[in-house]
C-alpha cells in the first residue's frame, strides 16, 4: 500500500472549525483550568493576511490576539506553531505556481529566525530573508 502524502493546500483544512477547551494540567506557558483556543489553518492565515506590509508580528502576539477574539485566556501554542508552518508552505506552494506575491499570504511578516518553523521550511530561508529585505522588516 502507497502512502500518498497530503498537499499543504489539503493540510490547510477548510471548514475545520476552531473550538476552546479547559487545559487540565499546566501546559506550555498555560497554567491548569485556563481556557486555550485551538485556532485553524484558515484562521491564522486570515490573521497574517492583515499584517501591514513592512511590519512584523510575533507568534506570541498572534496567540494574544486570537485568545481575545475567541473569548479564550491562551492560545495552543503547538497547533499555533504547525498551523503557521501550514501556511507559510501553503503560500510558497501557490507562489511556484505562479500566484503573485500580493496574492500570497505574507508569512514571512510573523516569522523569525528564533521560530522553530522558520528552521523547517522546505524552501529554506533565502525567500524569507528576500522578503524581509525588500519590506525593510530586518
Not at 505562479?98 to 508569512?107: D, M
Request: charged fraction near 30%; proline fraction near 6%; aromatic fraction near 10%.
Amino acid at each position: 500500500m502507497t502512502y500518498k502524502r497530503k498537499t499543504w493546500a489539503e493540510k490547510m483544512k477548510p471548514g475545520m472549525k476552531p473550538h476552546v477547551e479547559k487545559v487540565d494540567k499546566d501546559f506550555a506557558d498555560i497554567p491548569a483550568g485556563a481556557s486555550m483556543l485551538i485556532a485553524t489553518p484558515e484562521i491564522v492565515d486570515a490573521y497574517i493576511r492583515h499584517i501591514p506590509k513592512g511590519s512584523h508580528t510575533s507568534l506570541q502576539q498572534m496567540r494574544k490576539d486570537l485568545a481575545i477574539e475567541y473569548n479564550a485566556e491562551y492560545t495552543c501554542p503547538v497547533t499555533s506553531g504547525i498551523f503557521l508552518r501550514i501556511v507559510a508552505e501553503h503560500a510558497y506552494e501557490e507562489y511556484q505556481k505562479g500566484k503573485s506575491l500580493s496574492n500570497i499570504t505574507p508569512f514571512w511578516r510573523i516569522l523569525d529566525r528564533k521560530s522553530p518553523s522558520f528552521k523547517k521550511l522546505t524552501f529554506g530561508t533565502a525567500f524569507v530573508e528576500e522578503q524581509w529585505e525588500k519590506e525593510k522588516i530586518v
